[in-house]
Structures are given as C-alpha cells and as structure tokens.
C-alpha cells in the first residue's frame, strides 16, 4: 500500500464501482469522432486501477457498456466491441503480472463471438490472482440483473417465505462481491443510468465534471477522500456513528 497525501490509509473502501462517462463529448470538444474517446478512455482505466492498487482498494467494478448502449449507431457499438478485444489482447499480460483478476459481468452471451472469446480467455488466465479483481459491467444493466436473479428464484425450489435479501444478492451477478463503499460518475452526468441499483442502497455517490478520457490517478484519489469526509450512517443517527460503543 503507498502513503497517498490526505488518504486514510484505515479508511480505504473495498470496492469501488466507476460509471466511465463523457468519451463521445471528450471527442467532440476536440473536433474528433466519438470513437477518438473511447480510444482514450483506456489510460483512465490503466490509471484507475493503477490507483486502487497502490492504496489498497480490492475491488474495482467498471461499467464499459451498458445494455442500452446496444440502441446506438452501428459503427460506434462495432468500435466498441474492437477496442475491447484489442484493450484484452494487449493488457492482459500487465493484468496477470500485477496479479490483477479479471472478471466480467452482463450479458455476456450477448457480446460477439471473438469479445466473448478473449474475455473468456483473459478471465481463465487471470483466475486465481487475488490483489485486485478487475470488474467489467459489459451487456449489463441492474434491471437486467435483478430480472434474470428473479427467473432463477423462481425456477427454483425456494419456498417465498425464505426469501430474503441475502437470498436475493446470492442471484445477483456480483454474488460474491462486496457492495461498493464508493461509486463516482465522470462527465458531469448525476444520474446511474441503470448500474447496481440493488448493490449501491448504500453506496457514497462521487460526481466529477471531468470527462473519462481526462480521468487520472489523482483523480481518483480525491474521489477517495471525498469519500473519507462523509459519515455512512446506514439510517442510523450521527451520534450512534461516532461513538459506536453506544450501538
Ligand atoms: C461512456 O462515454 C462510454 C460508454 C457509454 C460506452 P459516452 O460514449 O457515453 O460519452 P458521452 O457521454 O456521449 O460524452
Ligand atoms: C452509462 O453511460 C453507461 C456506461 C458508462 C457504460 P451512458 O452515456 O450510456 O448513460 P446515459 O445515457 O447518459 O444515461
Ligand atoms: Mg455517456
């Protein structure tokens, strides 16, 4: 773990979830085409995991594409899926040797076949490294997820009266992920645009104006100590958080 100035290193989130915003209006600023961003967006990626790495956060959930990002033009969902293949291919080595988990969640069927094929193979070889798991919402949207959680209960043999919310997050694509402390939105946007609603009843939620492509490791730690300033009460009252002893 490295000593970031202002950070806490007692107080470092476990899991972090990022909407990566703003690639298309990056792009445009700059008289280019949308593709340009997305091109782009991959250094804030890099540096953002590099960032979690270095103070110690384990979990680190992307969202990469959205099921509704299916509904946009041709051409861009067609780069989109390129650059994920190409962005596997090449990282996946650094990924591996920084002992980095890869780890995809979404609809997955629904990617092409060569997308699905290297990310099978990226998460094959990348399986039993533990510092860090790499999280890739691909063809995911929180509806989509509760949905598909809700058709398994029911072909199932639970009885209603056992379900509960433990039950609940067990069907869930991230079953055996934390809840995230911390989500942030680049681009200016204040909305979740259909990303773990059922995981982020709780979450701290950090708004930056700064758009993906310009999203550096700095940037993150100050995200991280945005975060370190709020009190979680989880519905309880300041007093009972600060003294917990009176819990
Ligand atoms: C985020 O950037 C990347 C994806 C949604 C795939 P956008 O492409 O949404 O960029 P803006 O929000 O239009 O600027
Ligand atoms: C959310 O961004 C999805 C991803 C970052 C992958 P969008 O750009 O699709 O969200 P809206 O449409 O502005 O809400
Ligand atoms: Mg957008």
Not at 88 to 102: A, G, P
Request: proline content about 3%.
């Amino acid at each position: 773990m490295v000593d970031i100035e202002g950070i806490d290193q007692n107080n470092i989130p476990n899991h972090v979830a990022i909407i990566m915003d703003g690639n298309g209006r990056w792009a445009r600023e700059k008289g280019h085409e949308r593709i340009f961003g997305h091109l782009n967006g991959v250094e804030a990626v890099r540096a953002s995991l590099k960032a979690a790495r270095k103070i110690g956060v384990k979990f680190l959930t992307l969202y990469a594409f959205s099921t509704e990002n299916w509904n946009r033009p041709k051409e861009e969902v067609d780069a989109l899926m390129d650059l994920l293949v190409k962005t596997i291919v090449e990282e996946v080595k650094d990924l591996h040797e920084n002992k980095v988990k890869l780890r995809a969640i979404g609809s997955l069927d629904s990617l092409p076949e060569a997308c699905r094929k290297e990310l099978d193979e990226a998460v094959e070889q990348t399986k039993d490294n533990g510092e860090v798991e790499l999280v890739l919402a691909l063809s995911y949207s929180a509806r989509w997820e509760i949905v598909e959680a809700i058709r398994k209960i029911a072909a199932s043999d639970v009885k209603s009266e056992d379900i509960d919310e433990s039950l609940v997050a067990e069907y869930l694509a991230t079953r055996d992920l934390p809840d995230p402390e911390l989500m942030i939105r680049t681009s200016g946007e204040q909305r979740i645009s259909n990303f773990l609603l059922w995981q982020i009843a709780y979450s701290e939620l950090y708004f930056t104006p700064k758009f993906w492509p310009d999203f550096r490791e700095d940037d993150f730690y100050d995200a991280i100590r945005d975060y370190q300033r709020r009190q979680r009460r989880f519905g309880k009252t300041s007093e009972q958080v600060i003294i917990p002893e009176q819990e």
